[in-house]
């Protein structure tokens, strides 16, 4: 297959980028978009000019280390599908692809298609853990968990922190990526006694790395590679209204 | 590393519920305001007899009158303040954009609350105060049937007001589902009923609004 791809150029975080247009021919259909970046990269290589820098890491679909926006699309126009996961074949042969990376003042690019996510990590560090040993597994039945709690909780963790969320949303808000982090703690026992400081530090965490204000577009959602669902949005506004009329 | 913890109010999610919270007031005076609309459609003496009961309750019109503009004032300043911050959020777009969820009323709030902001005040000049009513300076606030239906005779100002109802109607479309989902009320066995409320209040003011000026362009409703 033949493509043409337009892709973000920027040197550094400081420097102006721009899009820049390259020929990817006699791609397979079976390779993956990230594949198809090597390919043109061992081609920009061979002509001494310098390589496209994009984050991966695992390929397989679960480290939330790749991203790139493709034709308007945070990690492409497939949905529950992270970039690397994407294939050439779902492409039309001779199409033109725009990839740019992930947009957000929190977001800063550090070099074409890599941005810094530290922002996320700063929300983490606010509260996203639980701040107590809970030692090793227990027994089984020690601590009573309802079963859809189990099962909300473990689709809030299927969150891979990837950002796709920001870069989807209209307004670059990372509502959905913290209400997730917010939700598999809360929903489970050994979350409890930090719920509710744990809304109010990390949602302001969130405010404070420069994020925008959720409108309910519903774009993150759709965006999601893991389709983690904007309940958890729900859920932690909630959460933040009864910590904000509880907290002494 | 220690976050320095916000204010409610200085959250996003604060300054939203404060918007869901006065939008939540606005639209049901909306609502009470498009059903005494409809009492048009009783004759003249019904009408005016409803109007000189609202004018009549004194001190509660008052309180009321000042809730309103309070709501609206912290609506409209909670929205400049998210809007400001999700427009600082991306300072640099993007070349190609593709939506796949959110809907025309969601991507129109920021431009329709200001032109219903500016609309309503018109509103206010034309049937309240009267300086934009046709028959200014003569204007009789007590007789409201002819001056709704003289005011609508005029087909552009219907137009105006019509343009103005869809945009009310917008705004509530994705107001009404925004505020539960604001205020936390989100279930998947309710889900689907959220987008169906919205829709059917939305439809619901937007033609019990709408009925006036069509009413009186079309001639069922005549000046005595």
Redesign the interface.
Known sequence: MNFTLKVWRQAGPEAPGRLVTYPADDISPDTSFLEMLDIVNERLIAKNEEPIAFDHDCREGICGMCGAVVNGYAHGHERGTTLCQLHMRSFRDGATIYIEPFRAKAFPVIRDLVVDRSAFDAIITAGGYISIRTGAAPEANAIPVPKENAERAMDAAACIGCGACVASCPNASAMLFTSAKLAHLGLLPQGQPERFERVRTMVSAMEQAGFGSCTNHGECEAACPKEVSMDFIARMNLDLIRASLKHR | ?T????T?Y????????VMAVTGFIVFGFVTVHMLGNLQIFLGPEKLNAYARFLKGTGAFLWAFRGVLLLSAVLHILSATQ??L??????????????????TYA??T?RWGGPIIGVFVVYHLLHFTTGQLHPSAPHFDGTDVYNNVVHGFQVPWTSAVYLLAVLMVALHLY?GV??M?????????RY?RWRRFLAAAFALLVGCGMAAVPVAVLAGWVRPV
């Open positions: 590393m976050t320095k913890v916000m409610f200085g959250t996003s999610v604060g300054k939203k519920v998210v809007t911050q999700s427009w600082a959020a991306r300072p640099e777009g993007y070349a190609v954009r593709r939506y796949r969820e959110t969601a991507r709030m994705h589902w925004s539960l989902q604001t205020m936390g009320a989100a279930h998947p889900n």
